[in-house]
């Protein structure tokens, strides 16, 4: 009953975000902001393990293939198929879960126990859609990030496989084109949308109705990043049985 409670809130919570739109002119200065601090922050650390996470996979492929009958352009056709379908979207979003959603949780529940939020209500002024709105609009940008880990991904398998000597140039170039099926992209982005979505609203959920003083920021952190994760990898399995089944 205790989880059915929390799922009623947050989706009480939604509802609450979208009505009492705050000024405009506000929203898009807080708008610009969290994409400063939730995208443009996050790009250094998902382009440095988009690519180490591509050169991974590139040498295990390789390192699997011990019959000499498969050709070698497996492994790039491997390594982009890794990071289109589920590398980039849902592993780095598990790892988002962590980086942005603390962030959100924190940020929101220092907001909570220092009173700040009970002022913005006395003031008037929707306290959901004003700290909870930018940060969903934001996190809509969060597709392109993805967008350049896939790419960042590929081009560390790339030189993986060809500078340590897995596999000649043309030859991961050839498995990279090889079969490719562009609706692979849609799904990937259709994922990322929902997981952005995810990203911003879970985190937000467990940072406005925390409980307990300074001791709780850290507890509802956790219980963030936890719930967070677990739906998106449930998201993430029910996804690909309706668009890849």
């Not at 443009?40 to 390192?63: E, H, P, Y």
């Not at 500078?163 to 609706?183: A, D, H, K, N, Q």
Request: charge should be positive; aromatic fraction near 16%; charged fraction near 10%.
């Amino acid at each position: 009953m205790f989880y059915l409670d929390d799922i009623g809130r947050y989706f009480l919570m939604l509802k609450k975000v979208f009505s009492r739109m705050t000024k405009g002119s506000v929203l898009r200065s807080l708008i610009f902001k969290e994409i400063d601090d939730l995208i443009i922050g996050s790009l250094g650390i998902t382009v440095f393990l988009a690519f180490f996470i591509g050169a991974v996979i590139a040498i295990q492929t390789a390192l699997n293939l011990t019959n000499p009958l498969i050709p070698k352009q497996l492994i790039g056709f491997a390594s982009r198929q890794s990071m289109i379908l589920e590398f980039a979207p849902t592993f780095l979003s598990v790892i988002m879960a962590g980086k942005v959603g603390s962030f959100i949780t924190s940020s929101i529940g220092t907001m909570r126990v220092t009173e700040q939020i009970d002022a913005l209500e006395v003031m008037g002024i929707n306290s959901l859609n004003y700290l909870v709105f930018p940060k969903i609009v934001a996190m809509f940008m969060y597709p392109f990030v993805i967008a350049i880990a896939m790419f960042v991904g590929v081009f560390g398998a790339y030189i993986a496989g060809v500078y340590g000597g897995f596999v000649s140039g043309s030859e991961f170039l050839t498995g990279l084109r090889e079969e490719f099926i562009p609706y692979h992209l849609t799904y990937a982005f259709i994922k990322t949308f929902i997981f952005a979505f995810l990203l911003a609203t879970i985190p937000s959920f467990h940072g406005y109705y925390m409980t307990g003083g300074a001791l709780g920021v850290g507890k509802a952190s956790t219980s963030a990043f936890v719930w967070t994760t677990v739906v998106i990898v449930t998201s993430n399995y029910i996804l690909t049985q309706l668009l890849l089944s």
